[in-house]
């Protein structure tokens, strides 16, 4: 029962000047996508909107067409919310609290064919480790290290960069293709001894479902100097379940593990702090909202899945350099909702999920 946050993909054709927040989710939309973010429990996984645009592309005819990038992405969940309610005291008083703690790394490269189009491949590694207690046995660990789903996508600047410099609009498509185990297995510590079987949903490195993703990005100059920001997605998926067993159900509804709908957007402002003889300083602020929605807006919502969603802040720094650029991004959560799901509103029940407070999302980018 951990919320973990979330990612989009979107890739920048040609050289862009990376400014700060960019960055992305896990334990009820996922990954992740990326991983929300402030997540845990709600499946969120992360999806590589650290490589969003937010400042500009350049219009000069020898840009660069290839882009690789490298992002990490980490979040410790261990506060325990029922709908929007703190329980986590309760949780600890009762000493049975869960800490999911994630790792999780995404490569991604993309290639521009011409200053508007681009298309690009992201290639996620999920590393998490969920803590639970066992009365009378204590704290006991199970863990998952293994590739995620694979996401190719295809984005297109609606409007000519070199005629529109101050803003810009994309729109994009993309395939999840369910390449990550969603079964992955560990032996749970019990008081009849080691038992083999699906470690949480909340730590598997795979949807075990295809997942259509919608995404938009944009961005306006106000000055040279700063700019506002705007990018989401929205990844469908039209598969009900995808077979694993909970492990855990009490009914025939919740007995396998559901394949879930994740959503993401962000929008703020970046500021050029320094510019450098060689590279460009920026800051930003924004908004994050990510989480994993009670039902699909394709097909039906059975099995199992924790739905919520963060509201967070998001600062972040940006260092540029003609070719290569580093980005930090800090989501903190102020407001976090762990939603029935569908099988809750059947039994009138309302399940729990662990959130992260904050996330630490860092990504390096090398344009050639």
Known sequence: MNLAPSPALSHVPIKVRRTALLFA???AAAAT?????AQGCVPIKEMGDQTSAIDGVSSEAGADKWDISESYEHFRSYLDFVGSNNNTAARNAATNQVINVVDQFDTAISYSWDLRDTVSLDIPYFSATRSQLVKGLGRFKTQTHDPGDLRVGLSRWLFDPAKSPRGNLSLGLGLSVPTGKSDVKDYFHTTTGLVYKNVDQSIQPGLGGWGYIFEGNAYFKFTPKTSLYANGFYMATPQDTNGTLTGTATTGETARNSVYDQYELR???TQQLVRFEHGVLDGSLGGR???????????????FRRPG?????????SYSLPHDSLTLSVPVAEYMNRTQSYPDTLTGGHGDAFFAKFLVLITYSHRF
């Open 289 to 303: 909202w990510e989480g994993v929605p009670s039902d699909d807006l394709i097909g039906r919502s059975d099995g």
């Open 267 to 269: 929008a703020g402002v």
């Open 33 to 37: 996508p990326t991983y929300l973010k």
């Open 25 to 27: 989710l896990a334990a």
């Open 309 to 317: 969603y963060v509201l967070s802040v998001e600062p972040g720094l």
